[in-house]
């Protein structure tokens, strides 16, 4: 396998608004093609700088989006007002067959996958980060010390079952995620995913005044609009799926001690995956390697997740 790459580097893609409109761009993760020392063509490489379909609660890691309808997809944004509300403003970025980071072929064929699938945010406001939330006094390094989080935006807010924004997080801000398993295996094209808190679960529902889609939390069956929306694909950086991070560590091109994809190998290995690998991470390496701080860079940034909670 090639050398990792991260984002930055010129590439195409096309992004659909929502008139069903595309247009080219910068930023595709595609498959391309190498050639090896002898001149022979090596494998094709998966780009892991986009993003993927988590597929597990260990891919639950750094940020994240919350995507429903398979075809047509729409997704959960942060406003100014501190009020959330459904975009369909997405980027969606086909793959040319090659399966994302995070698929599994249980779940379905990928190369016949829906768009909900190749979904990537085109504003921040669409984007939340995950935050572990644990009872109990655990490392962070221990991949059981939660099953529970919190959604922050970008500037430090929280997802909130009363619907707004918060800005610090308490007990109606702490959210489950559970996979689904009711859905005919026909119709998963998944995995799907519930979100709850304190017995009440994100929903989309249309609004009384027109076709709009409306975040909302439900309690029960009687809150069940007809053609209530409760079921989401969950979209996260493809560098922190176990799929992406299996083939960072599988990368068997030769490196220097002090090269940054090294660096960041070295750190996932030795902080037993938590690690969470985004361009902020690589942008501190990179200044501190400028400026020959390096190895006091990642003492600080392995000591990130072996502080306890």
């Known amino acids: 396998?090639?050398?990792?790459?991260?984002?930055?580097?010129?590439?195409?893609?096309?992004?659909?608004?929502?008139?069903?409109?595309e247009k080219d761009?910068?930023?595709?993760?595609?498959?391309?093609?190498?050639?090896?020392?002898?001149?022979?063509?090596?494998?094709?490489?998966?780009?892991?700088?986009?993003?993927?379909?988590?597929?597990?609660?260990r891919d639950f890691k750094g940020p994240c989006m919350i995507v429903a309808n398979k075809t047509d997809?729409?997704?959960?944004?942060?406003?100014?007002?501190?009020?959330?509300?459904?975009?369909?403003?997405?980027?969606?970025?086909?793959?040319?067959?090659?399966?994302?980071?995070?698929?599994?072929?249980?779940?379905?064929?990928?190369?016949?996958?829906?768009?909900?699938?190749?979904?990537?945010?085109?504003t921040i406001k669409q984007?939340?980060?995950?935050?572990?939330i644990s009872d109990r006094q655990k490392s962070l390094l221990d991949?059981?010390?939660?099953?529970?989080?919190?959604?922050?935006?970008?500037?430090?807010?929280y997802l909130s079952s009363t619907g707004l924004l918060a800005r610090a997080v308490g007990p109606q801000e702490v959210f489950s995620i559970h996979e689904t398993t009711?859905?005919?295996?026909?119709?998963?094209?998944?995995?799907?995913?519930?979100?709850?808190?304190?017995?009440?679960?994100?929903a989309f529902q249309k609004s009384d005044s027109d076709s709009q889609l409306d975040p909302v939390f439900i309690e029960s069956v009687s809150d069940r609009a007809p053609g209530t929306i409760d079921r989401f694909v969950i979209r996260v950086h493809m560098s922190n799926t176990v799929a992406g991070s299996e083939m960072l560590l599988n990368n068997s091109q030769q490196a220097?001690?002090?090269?940054?994809?090294?660096?960041?190998?070295?750190?996932?290995?030795?902080?037993?995956?938590?690690?969470v690998i985004d361009k902020d991470l690589i942008a501190r390496l990179k200044k501190a390697q400028k400026i020959g701080n390096l190895n006091e860079q990642i003492i600080e940034e392995k000591a990130k997740y072996l502080t306890r909670w």
Request: charged share 35%.
């Open 1 to 21: 396998m090639g050398k990792l790459r991260f984002k930055g580097q010129d590439k195409t893609k096309k992004r659909r608004n929502d008139s069903g409109e």
């Open 25 to 57: 761009t910068q930023g595709q993760q595609k498959k391309r093609k190498e050639t090896d020392s002898s001149g022979q063509e090596s494998k094709p490489i998966l780009r892991l700088d986009g993003w993927g379909t988590a597929v597990t609660k």
């Open 73 to 122: 997809p729409v997704v959960v944004a942060a406003g100014l007002d501190e009020k959330l509300y459904v975009s369909g403003e997405l980027d969606i970025v086909p793959e040319d067959g090659v399966p994302s980071a995070g698929a599994k072929d249980e779940h379905s064929n990928s190369s016949k996958k829906n768009p909900i699938h190749y979904t990537e945010p085109i």
């Open 127 to 132: 984007v939340f980060s995950f935050v572990p």
């Open 143 to 157: 991949h059981s010390a939660s099953d529970k989080f919190a959604l922050r935006t970008r500037d430090g807010r």
């Open 182 to 202: 009711d859905e005919p295996q026909e119709d998963r094209e998944g995995p799907w995913w519930t979100i709850e808190c304190e017995g009440k679960q994100l």
């Open 256 to 275: 220097r001690e002090d090269d940054i994809s090294n660096v960041v190998r070295r750190l996932y290995q030795e902080t037993q995956g938590a690690l």
